[in-house]
């Protein structure tokens, strides 16, 4: 007799309560993801958005239709922006690529007080017209926000948008999914003529947040980079990449290429960071080699 023969009854339960348990979890994940939806939904009041607290000085809409809004809600990238904050003094000023409704640069004025000053890139019309009402709700007068796109040429290219909510996934670079479901045409200019009438030797700190066309935003800073050596976070994302055409380590690389290397920010701190095979998704900091 077939030794597993007793063993099949215990089998064929073992997976019936496997299924049981998962079709129970499968419910309760259900209801969890209805109760927070339900919440969420309740801040609105009917209305499209609604004015939200990051801390006790700095306010800032949240819109209905924006999944990067719940994320600022819950709270979005809390590691990164304690960085830059720690970073960045009265006085400084701070380059925010891809800025979207404004959640850095919202903190980094508050900082960098009436002698600083930041730059905002941000190619969305819709997207751009939330961070003017963000700025102006908080009155802060020390941004100056550019609806404008950067690469690494002057033209005008096609930008793709989300309609569904994925508004902070918009990029230059086409997505295989349905993120993005329409194209506008917008202008577009490099990161080197756009500072080019600014003092570079006050930019203490560049981030750069381009849902894959980072690559080529670095290509067109090269002049900056190189001579002037600001701090520089950067998103990595290797599914954003490849949607442009080339692998997250380009990135790595040209950053490399200009002198600086690379950092992890873990538990506030800043730990090397070798070069890892598959970056999903994560930001890091460049800083230039001490000589």
């Not at 819109?63 to 009265?90: M, P």
Request: hydrophobic share 35%; net charge negative; with cysteine.
């Amino acid at each position: 007799m077939n030794k597993n023969f007793f063993k099949r009854p215990l089998y064929i339960t073992a997976g019936k309560i496997s299924k049981i348990m998962r079709d129970f979890q499968k419910r309760q994940d259900d209801k969890l993801i209805y109760s927070l939806n339900e919440s969420w939904n309740k801040l609105f009041n009917e209305k499209g958005f609604f004015e939200f607290n990051l801390n006790n000085e700095i306010i800032i809409n949240l819109y209905k239709d924006s999944i990067l809004s719940r994320l600022i809600y819950d709270g979005f990238e809390k590691e990164e922006i304690k960085y830059v904050i720690s970073e960045l003094k009265e006085g400084d000023f701070f380059i925010d690529i891809g800025t979207n409704i404004g959640l850095f640069s919202l903190f980094a004025s508050k900082i960098i007080g009436d002698k600083g000053k930041i730059i905002c890139f941000e190619p969305s019309p819709s997207t751009f017209s939330r961070l003017v009402e963000n700025v102006q709700l908080n009155d802060f007068k020390n941004l100056n926000l550019r609806n404008i796109g950067l690469s690494n040429r002057e033209e005008e290219m096609t930008f793709y948008v989300s309609n569904n909510g994925y508004d902070a996934w918009n990029s230059f670079a086409p997505t295989k999914d349905n993120k993005l479901e329409s194209s506008i045409q917008v202008a577009v200019s490099t990161l080197d003529i756009e500072l080019e009438e600014i003092d570079k030797s006050k930019i203490k700190l560049v981030k750069i947040d381009v849902e894959g066309w980072e690559k080529f935003v670095l290509e067109g800073g090269q002049d900056f980079l190189i001579k002037f050596n600001p701090i520089v976070m950067i998103e990595f994302t290797e599914e954003n990449t490849f949607n442009a055409g080339y692998p997250v380590h380009d990135i790595y690389d040209i950053m490399q290429n200009y002198g600086y290397e690379w950092f992890r920010i873990i538990n506030g701190e800043l730990v090397k960071e070798e070069k890892k095979l598959y970056y999903p998704y994560t930001n890091l900091i460049a800083k230039k080699r001490i000589q």
